[in-house]
């Protein structure tokens, strides 16, 4: 083996790299402000970053080619739905809809598609209420601050429309709705005065407020199961069947309204075929 001494342009280049090292430290050094620290801006509040979560049951469904499940309906009454396995409204999912009257205006429990990250959408959280329920912004193209509800896994919102709330009617809006879990995932509502549960049948501007199932939703096809005991050719459809785009129709069934809405195909079998009998 033959070694070799450094070259002096080695030695050249090892001097220029060490003063490159030294002056950068050198400049922190001497340069550091003795003055004391200004204190951090406050961060803004960001939007929840809730995770999108399917708000619904997907009841366990029975038969072959023609499916039965049990429904509960938000005010506790129970029924029996079947119909053709092409429909699938198991795998579609339910949802509860109802109203309560405080005072002389009715204030509807609807649980979001997506749960509480549709909420979040419109901004953060501004504060909680109750351990159960928080208040939220306006989400944008819909009117009205947002009660939140947690009733288990289940996520359900009331919306500070038509009228204004005031702070006293939040609260006591809050802690009168209380919401139960069925034994098989569905959701009922009882309330406490001066909050009244609107009972099946009732219409209240020009609209049924009485308990509902949602079934499916989102951007597919939607199907209102709605207790209705007078239900005739002229009864009223539920407002989140007629306000959607694509066909809807609706049918009577042993003191039910059947209505749905979507594909025109979907629409005519699903109301020619779905049965639903009380239990």
Not at 83 to 93: E, I, W
Not at 152 to 163: A, E
Not at 177 to 201: A, I, S, Y
């Amino acid at each position: 083996m033959i070694e070799q001494r450094p070259s002096r342009r080695r030695w050249i280049a090892g001097v220029v790299l060490a003063l490159a090292v030294a002056v950068p430290i050198g400049g922190v050094l001497f340069s550091r402000d003795t003055r004391a620290p200004e204190p951090e801006p406050t961060p803004r509040p960001v939007v929840s970053a809730l995770p999108s979560a399917a708000n619904m049951v997907h009841p366990v469904e029975t038969g072959d080619e023609v499916r039965t499940i049990k429904v509960a309906f938000p005010d506790g009454s129970r029924a029996r739905v079947s119909y053709p396995a092409d429909l699938r409204l198991a795998d579609l999912g339910l949802r509860p809809y109802a109203t309560v009257l405080m005072g002389t205006a009715f204030r509807e429990l609807i649980a979001p598609y997506q749960g509480a990250a549709e909420v979040a959408a419109g901004g953060p959280m501004i504060r909680r209420l109750t351990p159960q329920v928080s208040l939220w912004p306006r989400q944008v193209g819909g009117g009205g601050q947002i009660l939140l509800y947690g009733f288990d896994d289940w996520q359900i919102t009331l919306r500070d429309q038509p009228m204004p709330l005031t702070f006293e009617d939040r609260i006591t809006l809050a802690e009168s709705v209380h919401g139960e879990v069925t034994p098989d995932g569905f959701l009922t509502f009882r309330t406490d005065p001066p909050v009244k549960l609107m009972e099946p049948g009732r219409i209240l501007a020009g609209q049924p407020v009485g308990p509902q199932l949602w079934i499916g939703g989102g951007v597919g096809p939607l199907v209102v199961l709605t207790p209705l005991p007078d239900c005739g050719a002229d009864s009223r459809i539920a407002p989140a069947i007629t306000r959607r785009s694509g066909a809807f129709g609706a049918a009577c069934r042993n003191g039910y309204q059947v209505s749905a809405s979507g594909r025109r195909d979907f629409v005519e079998r699903a109301i020619e075929t779905i049965k639903i009998r009380p239990e």
